[in-house]
């Protein structure tokens, strides 16, 4: 793990070494083209304030749903299939091009998009906190896959078990994924079975995952408002698009904490609690941006354009690790599923419209 953190700073020092040089140097306001020097105005502070409450509420909307309504499979991977196509899109077809718009070399763009996507890969790797759809824990110590873990389990740790009712784990054979069922076994069991299924789950990774995961949502739609800010969007909604991928994703993850917590025995309380708690990390992030950015009199050189090829890579990798084991896992109502992602995606080119068009040219 140490060795995968330090090769992220590597790449994160690599990246960042032009502009903390250009960032040292004692005229630094004549270094920075006039259009990186940005200041956040009242209005754009009252946006997204805004923006953080809307999402806020959403979150603590998906968590109290859950607690009402159990949604079937079936349109709960709808609905993953059309956010994961939002926030797909939405990291392509915008955060990306806008990160160019401000100037930013398309090679330091890449080189910051790749740490948002290794960075936000070892995140789910090492934490697996980025499960949607229903978790149960696994107290049945006789599954092939509970078996192969129970060695390791630590006293804080939870092994769940993506899937109710799914105990078979073995991809050896052929399977199909019922709609509710879970895995269904075609041929016969494999000797040493090997699970995706199953994940050794602890508390304090899905603290730090979830709340990191948020944080980097807040810092991308400050970013957004910032660098659009400069030009004509409908209704002065700048950062709409980053706005609405993060509105529609987050009620996911308060889905996913709340429930986790539900079968962990958590009452209605505490579930509320730690699901605010995690909501607040957007608007924190938001808040860090800001002054971060204020207190720097907005002389870092392409901090905006970074946090944009940056986010462009979380976007990608947390939509990519919806999408791929639905992709992988469920064969059932493949022509919705691929319609609603195409939907999604298609929603987020739309969403240029309300844009001037300039952000999408290289300046
Ligand atoms: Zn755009
Ligand atoms: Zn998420
Ligand atoms: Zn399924």
Redesign the pocket.
């Known amino acids: 793990m140490s060795v995968s953190m330090a090769f992220v700073l590597v790449l994160v020092l690599l990246n960042a070494a032009p502009v903390l040089a250009q960032g040292t140097s004692a005229d630094v306001l004549r270094v920075v083209p006039s259009g990186e020097v940005q200041q956040f105005s009242g209005r754009m502070v009252l946006l997204l304030s805004g923006y953080s409450a809307a999402i806020v509420l959403a979150s603590l909307l998906g968590g109290w749903l859950s607690s009402l309504v159990n949604l079937t499979h079936t349109v709960s991977q709808t609905i993953i299939s059309f956010v994961g196509g939002l926030m797909l899109g939405i990291g392509v077809f915008h955060l990306f091009p806008h990160s160019l718009h401000g100037g930013q070399a398309a090679s330091e763009a890449a080189g910051w998009m790749m740490c948002g996507i290794v960075a936000m890969f070892l995140l789910i790797r090492w934490f697996h906190f980025?499960h949607h759809g229903p978790l149960e824990i696994s107290t049945d110590r006789e599954d092939p896959c509970a078996g192969q873990h129970a060695d390791k389990s630590a006293g804080s740790s939870l092994l769940v078990q993506l899937g109710a009712g799914s105990t078979v784990c073995d991809h050896t054979g052929e399977q199909v994924h019922g709609d509710h069922g879970g895995l269904v076994q075609r041929a016969a069991p494999a000797t040493a079975p090997h699970c995706h299924h199953a994940h050794q789950l602890s508390w304090v990774g899905i603290l730090i995952g979830l709340s990191l995961?948020t944080l980097l949502d807040g810092m991308a739609l400050a970013a957004s408002v910032a660098a659009e800010s400069r030009h004509s969007v409908l209704f002065s909604l700048f950062g709409f698009g980053t706005f609405l991928a993060v509105l529609l994703?987050k009620p996911?993850?308060a889905l996913s904490i709340t429930s986790l917590m539900k079968s962990g025995g958590w009452n209605a309380r505490q579930r509320f609690r730690v699901n605010l708690g995690f909501a607040l990390m957007c608007p924190l992030g938001a808040l860090l941006f800001v002054l971060g950015l204020t207190a720097s009199g907005g002389a870092v050189a392409g901090a905006v354009s970074g946090m944009l090829a940056f986010s462009a890579g979380v976007f990608i990798c947390?939509a990519l690790s919806d999408l791929l084991p639905e992709m992988e896992f469920h064969a059932h109502n493949r022509l919705q599923l691929t319609t609603v992602l195409l939907g999604g995606i298609l929603l987020a080119w739309c969403l240029r419209f309300l844009e001037s068009g300039q952000l999408h040219q290289l300046r």
């Open positions: 980025h995961h994703h996911m993850d947390i």
